[in-house]
């Protein structure tokens, strides 16, 4: 006897807790461009043997298909974290949340235990519109039907339009080096950075953390992380001078425009939690490869100064010349706190004049960085906008991290899946222009003191939620495998898309009126329906209008 249940991608299976079960899948909309997911959860009955059954998946010419395996991986949190009512768990427990390649003529038939297969309907630009059928079926290997369900989806004649507005979530490119053990910047390094770069421009980034040197992210003081840094330097003792070479950097630019990139943000250009110390930046001095900066390097001191009163120039001629300018960002320091406002003022005076007409950003959450002109384009926690919506801050961006636990949107392996995706429409509700994570790929211990395997340690070694450090896996080949996490996340900013495009089409009081009709309060990023319902019925609506208005 086998179960088998179609269920919508917010939907998390557990190993022991049958699903609900969900009415035809009238929810199933895409915009031609996009891609849209929903789940087959199965489960063979207690008493049969293990076994293996054949996945079949009858779906039109007109998109592609793409089946994966949800797997369960170890997830905690623990108990300095404070939680609500809306977590599926609080305990130590296996979470699905890798998505795996899979034969489909091997489905794993497990008694008693529900498994669930994330299936993509890729939708191409050239789709024809309609309604189109798909089914799911489950054979045995000798042709027996196990278990078989029907939905269909709906393709409007209208294109998903780009991502308005910058998204990043910070690339670690030490990571891939330290976990499949590559030089850094070999040959086999730049091929693993490319496939993971590929990853996330496919998946709803266009914004990458570029190495100028090593970024002084998560490193605990007096430590260092892998060296990581696209500008070589040498240092010309005679006059203090020093010369720089871009090649590295150039091969990157070109890298991140090959797979997509638009936007680029330089490293930050001083140490984390308040802009103290210089980063580690690497050189050749008298003849030898060493560090030049670092910790017991004063921000602010004559030294580094006068390094970036001379590489900044350098840079930016560069940036301009590959004609990407326009399209960079520059930070000081990471999360300063406000009794470290003098050292942030400080050190953002040293560079302000080399960087003239450049955006200057930093994840901050005292409203008086804003202010106090210290930050023009602030980017607060999800729990921290009000005083920065309040004060009208007019380039606003967001953030969330391991922080952000209670009743706001973010992606813990224990959060149901319509807090990742309710992201997109409060975006769009609150008209933020940018947003940041900060771990696409960190697969470190907190501080980064020594590197983790992400199968099986997932949250920096009991330091943050299981979820917040990554959203792709190392697979084999160099290649990263997805997160449902990555997956709803990537929802959430179609549904951003989709909203900014029925603004175009009926106006932004119709799109806001559409956001919280029929709510007794209007959402905002502590307030919103916990359910999956009012996500996946929005966006149906969202797309019927824009159905009717581009007609």
Same mark, same amino acid.
């Given at each position: 006897?086998?179960?088998?249940?179609?269920?919508?991608?917010?939907?998390?299976?557990?190993?022991?807790?049958?699903?609900?079960?969900?009415?035809?899948?009238?929810?199933?909309?895409?915009?031609?461009?996009?891609?849209?997911?929903?789940?087959?959860?199965?489960?063979?009955?207690?008493?049969?043997?293990?076994?293996?059954?054949?996945?079949?998946?009858?779906?039109?010419?007109?998109?592609?298909?793409?089946?994966?395996?949800?797997?369960?991986?170890?997830?905690?949190?623990?108990?300095?974290?404070?939680?609500?009512?809306?977590?599926?768990?609080?305990?130590?427990?296996?979470?699905?949340?890798?998505?795996?390649?899979?034969?489909?003529?091997?489905?794993?038939?497990?008694?008693?235990?529900?498994?669930?297969?994330?299936?993509?309907?890729?939708?191409?630009?050239?789709?024809?519109?309609?309604?189109?059928?798909?089914?799911?079926?489950?054979?045995?290997?000798?042709?027996?039907?196990?278990?078989?369900?029907?939905?269909?989806?709906?393709?409007?004649?209208?294109?998903?339009?780009?991502?308005?507005?910058?998204?990043?979530?910070?690339?670690?490119?030490?990571?891939?080096?330290?976990?499949?053990?590559?030089?850094?910047?070999?040959?086999?390094?730049?091929?693993?950075?490319?496939?993971?770069?590929?990853?996330?421009?496919?998946?709803?980034?266009?914004?990458?953390?570029?190495?100028?040197?090593?970024?002084?992210?998560?490193?605990?003081?007096?430590?260092?992380?892998?060296?990581?840094?696209?500008?070589?330097?040498?240092?010309?003792?005679?006059?203090?001078?020093?010369?720089?070479?871009?090649?590295?950097?150039?091969?990157?630019?070109?890298?991140?425009?090959?797979?997509?990139?638009?936007?680029?943000?330089?490293?930050?250009?001083?140490?984390?939690?308040?802009?103290?110390?210089?980063?580690?930046?690497?050189?050749?001095?008298?003849?030898?490869?060493?560090?030049?900066?670092?910790?017991?390097?004063?921000?602010?001191?004559?030294?580094?100064? /006068? !390094?970036?009163?001379?590489? %900044?120039?350098? #840079?930016?001629? &560069?940036?301009?010349?590959? +004609?990407?300018?326009?399209?960079? @960002?520059?930070?000081?320091?990471?999360?300063?706190?406000?009794?470290?406002?003098?050292?942030?003022?400080?050190?953002?005076?040293?560079?302000?004049?080399?960087?003239?007409?450049?955006?200057?950003?930093?994840?901050?959450?005292?409203?008086?960085?804003?202010?106090?002109?210290?930050?023009?384009?602030?980017?607060?926690?999800?729990?921290?906008?009000?005083?920065?919506?309040?004060?009208?801050?007019?380039?606003?961006?967001?953030?969330?991290?391991?922080?952000?636990?209670?009743?706001?949107?973010?992606?813990?392996?224990?959060?149901? /899946? !319509?807090?990742?995706?309710? %992201?997109?429409? #409060?975006?769009? &509700?609150?008209?933020?222009? +940018?947003?940041?994570?900060?771990? @696409?790929?960190?697969?470190?211990?907190?501080?980064?003191?020594?590197?983790?395997?992400?199968?099986?340690?997932?949250?920096?070694?009991?330091?943050?939620?299981?979820?917040?450090?990554?959203?792709?896996?190392?697979?084999?080949?160099?290649?990263?495998?997805?997160?449902?996490?990555?997956?709803?996340?990537?929802?959430?900013?179609?549904?951003?898309?989709?909203?900014?495009?029925?603004?175009?089409?009926?106006?932004?009081?119709?799109?806001?009126?559409?956001?919280?009709?029929?709510?007794?309060?209007?959402?905002?990023?502590?307030?919103?329906?916990?359910?999956?319902?009012?996500?996946?019925?929005?966006?149906?609506?969202?797309?019927?209008?824009?159905?009717?208005?581009?007609?």
């Amino acid at each position: 006897m086998l179960e088998l249940r179609l269920l919508s991608s917010l939907a998390k299976v557990f190993p022991r807790s049958a699903p609900a079960q969900r009415p035809e899948a009238s929810w199933l909309s895409a915009l031609q461009g996009e891609t849209i997911s929903f789940q087959a959860a199965y489960k063979q009955g207690e008493q049969a043997r293990r076994a293996w059954a054949n996945l079949e998946i009858i779906s039109p010419k007109e998109v592609d298909v793409q089946v994966r395996r949800t797997r369960y991986i170890p997830g905690y949190i623990s108990t300095n974290f404070r939680t609500d009512d809306s977590y599926l768990k609080t305990e130590d427990s296996l979470y699905p949340d890798l998505l795996e390649p899979i034969d489909t003529k091997y489905l794993p038939l497990v008694p008693g235990t529900w498994q669930s297969m994330w299936i993509d309907i890729i939708v191409p630009a050239t789709a024809s519109p309609g309604r189109y059928p798909i089914s799911v079926t489950i054979k045995s290997p000798c042709g027996e039907v196990l278990g078989s369900g029907e939905t269909s989806f709906e393709v409007l004649p209208v294109m998903l339009p780009p991502l308005s507005i910058p998204r990043t979530m910070w690339f670690h490119t030490d990571c891939l080096a330290e976990y499949y053990n590559v030089e850094v910047f070999s040959e086999k390094h730049w091929e693993i950075v490319e496939n993971f770069v590929a990853c996330a421009v496919n998946h709803g980034m266009n914004t990458i953390l570029t190495p100028i040197h090593t970024p002084p992210l998560d490193t605990e003081i007096g430590r260092e992380r892998l060296t990581t840094q696209l500008i070589d330097v040498t240092f010309i003792a005679d006059g203090a001078t020093y010369e720089f070479g871009f090649e590295k950097l150039e091969r990157w630019v070109n890298m991140c425009r090959r797979v997509g990139v638009e936007y680029y943000e330089m490293a930050h250009l001083f140490t984390q939690w308040g802009a103290k110390f210089a980063p580690k930046i690497m050189g050749t001095k008298d003849g030898k490869y060493t560090r030049l900066f670092g910790w017991d390097t004063s921000a602010t001191g004559p030294g580094y100064t /006068s !390094y970036l009163q001379q590489m %900044l120039p350098a #840079l930016i001629a &560069k940036l301009e010349a590959w +004609g990407i300018a326009e399209k960079t @960002f520059f930070h000081i320091s990471d999360e300063p706190v406000l009794d470290q406002l003098p050292d942030y003022m400080a050190a953002r005076k040293v560079v302000e004049p080399l960087l003239k007409g450049y955006k200057i950003m930093d994840a901050l959450s005292n409203y008086e960085f804003y202010q106090q002109g210290a930050c023009a384009t602030p980017i607060p926690a999800v729990d921290h906008l009000g005083p920065f919506l309040e004060g009208n801050a007019d380039d606003l961006w967001a953030y969330y991290c391991c922080s952000q636990s209670y009743k706001v949107p973010n992606h813990f392996f224990m959060h149901p /899946s !319509y807090r990742n995706r309710v %992201l997109g429409v #409060l975006l769009y &509700k609150y008209n933020i222009k +940018g947003f940041l994570h900060w771990g @696409f790929n960190f697969y470190k211990s907190v501080g980064s003191v020594y590197p983790v395997d992400p199968f099986l340690v997932t949250d920096a070694d009991g330091a943050f939620p299981s979820g917040d450090a990554y959203v792709v896996y190392p697979g084999p080949e160099g290649k990263p495998l997805a997160s449902l996490r990555l997956m709803v996340a990537q929802e959430a900013f179609n549904d951003f898309r989709a909203l900014q495009l029925l603004e175009k089409l009926a106006g932004r009081e119709t799109v806001l009126g559409l956001i919280d009709e029929g709510l007794n309060t209007p959402i905002n990023f502590s307030e919103y329906p916990q359910n999956e319902e009012y996500l996946l019925n929005l966006r149906l609506r969202v797309n019927q209008l824009i159905g009717e208005l581009s007609c």
